[in-house]
Nanobody, 124 residues
Framework: QVQSVESGGGLVQAGGSLRLSCAAS????????MGWFRQAPGKEREFVAGISGNGGSTRYTDSVQGRFIISRDNAKNTVYLQMNSLKPEDTAVYYC?????????????????WGQGTQVSVSN
């Protein structure tokens, strides 16, 4: 079983960049898709980006397409989310999740294990 811990959140001005990291435990890391979700105050948790087990397939929600990049290093059991051109509406708690299968999905119930979250705040 794979578990995950996020890091890299913080406060940044609009237009800035942050890179989130998610360190996962477990020998079968490369078998599972990994995803990033976020939850803003008063809103539901939403899909942001996902990546397949070997990193060859990625998916993004429309609002971050072209600004965020998801990647993974299976040798380090780590998945990353590079966030560029950040906007105030990107402010949320960001969660790393382990997929239930190999290919990235967009629904919450298609992810089996969740990290504790890391706060990202973008100011005007």
């Amino acid at each position: 079983q794979v578990q995950s811990v996020e890091s890299g959140g913080g406060l940044v001005q609009a237009g800035g960049s942050l890179r989130l990291s998610c360190a996962a435990s477990g020998r079968t890391f490369s078998v599972y898709a990994m995803g990033w979700f976020r939850q803003a105050p008063g809103k539901e948790r939403e899909f942001v980006a996902g990546i397949s087990g070997n990193g060859g397939s990625t998916r993004y929600t429309d609002s971050v397409q072209g600004r965020f990049i998801i990647s993974r290093d299976n040798a380090k059991n780590t998945v990353y989310l590079q966030m560029n051109s950040l906007k105030p509406e990107d402010t949320a708690v960001y969660y790393c999740a382990v997929g239930a299968g190999y290919y990235p999905r967009t629904r919450r119930d298609e992810y089996a294990t969740w990290g504790q979250g890391t706060q990202v705040s973008v100011s005007n």
